[in-house]
């Protein structure tokens, strides 16, 4: 589309706006600084998803809710089950949950397994992000056991029985879940958007390359202010 950051026209009825890995344990590497910036840009986003939720969601028939965006928060169960879904071969979830446990960001192996306080209710999630009327059939919770929030989930059943055809992608970290989850789902005929605000890397090098160069093959790369702009002109 000339003039407009996305390469088709977006429905925002029919959009879902997904938080990969924006939870406690991944959001605490990140420097006091850029969490405070990645919360305020987030919120944003979900604010306005949560209210054209509300406005659509008054007149919306049946249990599918078509017509209605749809939040979801993906998200890693680290320690259920002791963490039984690690494989030694996986190179980067082994160095990524072997930082995240040396760092005192997770329970170490062997120790007590997540009970019902678990990612499976939100807790996960950090305070400022969760919804403060708590989920809801417009604002939900999958689980993943892969960096990619998509390949081997129910995301897919979810978004198909909505009706949703196009994707906002934000997450913790662009070359962990954003890339895998981007890639997946844009193979899968997805449409991808992806703001660069609602993007973090440990390393600011690998993110904009990933950004600039791979991810924009694949998905919109955008601002926050151009999805936030969807909403707006409803």
């Given amino acids: 589309m000339s003039g407009s950051p996305f390469f088709q026209p977006v429905d925002i009825s029919k959009t879902a706006l997904i ?30 998803f949560r209210k054209e939720i509300k406005e659509r969601a008054r007149g919306a028939q049946g249990p599918a809710y078509r017509g209605v965006p749809l939040i979801v928060h993906a998200l890693a169960p680290f320690n259920w089950n002791s963490n039984a879904f690690l494989s030694p071969s996986n190179k980067l979830l082994s160095v990524f949950v072997g930082g995240l446990q ?13 009970t019902s306080a678990s990612p499976f209710t939100g807790p996960a999630i950090p305070t400022a992000l969760r919804p403060n009327e708590g989920f809801s059939a417009h604002e939900i ?30 997450g913790l970290t662009t070359s962990g879940t954003i890339l895998s ?7 899968d005929d997805w449409h991808v958007i992806i703001p660069r605000e609602g993007c973090w890397d440990d390393d600011e090098q690998v993110s904009k390359m990933l950004l600039d160069k791979v991810l924009t093959r694949w998905a919109d790369v955008c601002d926050s202010k151009d ?7 409803e």
């Fill in 227 to 233: 999805v936030l702009g969807l909403i707006a002109s």
């Fill in 102 to 114: 040396k760092k005192g960001l997770l329970p170490s192996a062997g120790s007590e397994p997540l």
């Fill in 19 to 48: 938080l990969s890995d924006v939870q406690d344990e991944i959001y605490g590497r990140m420097p006091v600084k850029d969490q405070e910036q990645y919360s305020t840009d987030v919120l944003k986003l979900l604010t306005g």
């Fill in 181 to 187: 989850t981007a890639l997946g789902m844009g193979d």
């Fill in 141 to 170: 919770v999958v689980n993943h056991l892969r960096p990619s929030a998509y390949s081997g989930t129910d995301l897919r059943v979810y978004l198909r029985s909505r009706g949703i055809e196009h994707v906002v992608l934000c």
